[in-house]
């Protein structure tokens, strides 16, 4: 009846304790999500089925690329490094759950006084113990359960940051070879403009030696000679800068830096088109995300530390248990009697801390709270850059298709002012304007090529690497 007493009043101490402690209420993740993303299709225009992923580009050279950038940037070895420090730290919390074991021995002589009180009858004594020692809490509350999920929340939550370092950085090496195309090809129209500027001069200096015409136009296609090799000379300052900042991007030495040209692939005129993009993509593409999904882990792990420390206010119980012999000689240190063995169990309640427990839980719930709004608005972003990419893919679509028109029409007109001109029905100034207004055409034919395609890119990092095809059963109109 005592035994049955006591047991009663620990469990009404321990139900008191674990009452005083309240559990916050925690706010949920509830994203309003809505059904599909709007389309980008211009009407009158077919969708087409699409590939995942950097392969739609067709570029060899810019996929090799991709693969060294992946292999050797130094951010993505800095994370993969916080990989291996989140699965260790996974490892130790793992490792709490389970039973710790040791083994030891000892050896050792003393002298006892002999002119104590009770003498002993050889103060020479030797002791040797070998001891088997095992201990093990049990995780009755699921405190140490807890942890472990908030340490694979969290090693969970860094591979998925390793794979943002490799979606953005993907990003900015097909950002960069687009953008090394276009100045390759804005010096492919610069140097053929030259050769033109220079075959004018050539031709008005022979003119103007002849007294046929003035030295006006000698000096006007002069000044557009000049005009064109200033331009040359910006570009490839521009170019061998990207060339620098790729190489950076590819992970490469310092000395490659320099000495090591980046590759070259397929011109920029004749790179795969960027796709029509399907509309009504579903939103839950977004979910694919890896900042998403990292936060979403991050939620996870602080949902599961408010509960680890909440278990803390329970009672642990403990058990231990060793095995071992002892004996005063060597020899006798491994026969029967010298076997030594215990049990044990203990219970430990926390009566009393100053608030701690208490306070600790607070803060876990306040940062609970904390890595739940930055997954909103995490969220909210991943949102916004999808629609702006999907802005920018029609529109620069819609820039170039312009671009291309303009420039066919200025190509006329160039045309049709050097037939006026050699006519005598209008003076040379028109003819340079034509020239340069379609100098200036090409090159922004050029640039709206590249916008293109960086535009793609971006909508492939932005829908967490791509889309998938529509079913080729599906009629057009009908997205699954």
Known sequence: MRKTLIALLLALLIASLTGCISMPTLRKANPDLPQAWPSSVPAGKEEQPLQDGWAHFNDPTLTGLIAEALQHNSDLLLAAARIEEARSALGLRDADRRPEVQIGGSAGRTRATEKGSFPPPSPVN??????????????????????????????????????VVRSSLASSVAQGYFQIAALDAALALTQDTLNNRREAVDLHQLRFDAGIVSELPLRQTEAELAAVEATQADLIRQLRQQETALALLLGRSPRALADDPVARGKPLAVLTAPPVIPGGLPSDLLARRPDIRQAEQRLVGAEARVLATRAAITPSLSLTANLGTESKALSNLFSGPATIWGIGASLVQTLYNAGRTETALKGDAARQEQVLLAYEQTLRVAFKEVLDALVATRQAREAGEAENRRA?????????????????????????????????????????????????AELFKALGGGWLPRPETSPPGEHG
């Open 126 to 163: 030797n002791k040797f113990q070998v001891n088997l020692q095992a201990a093990y809490e049990v995780d009755l509350w699921d405190r140490y359960r807890q942890a472990s999920a908030a340490a694979r929340a969290d090693l969970l939550a860094s591979e998925y940051a390793r794979d």
């Open 408 to 456: 066919q029409a200025l190509a006329r007109a160039a045309e049709l002012a050097g037939l006026r001109y050699q006519n005598g029905i209008s003076n040379y100034l028109e003819v340079l304007d034509a020239q340069r207004n379609l100098y200036q055409a090409e090159q922004n034919r050029i640039e709206a090529r590249r916008a293109q395609l960086a535009a793609t």
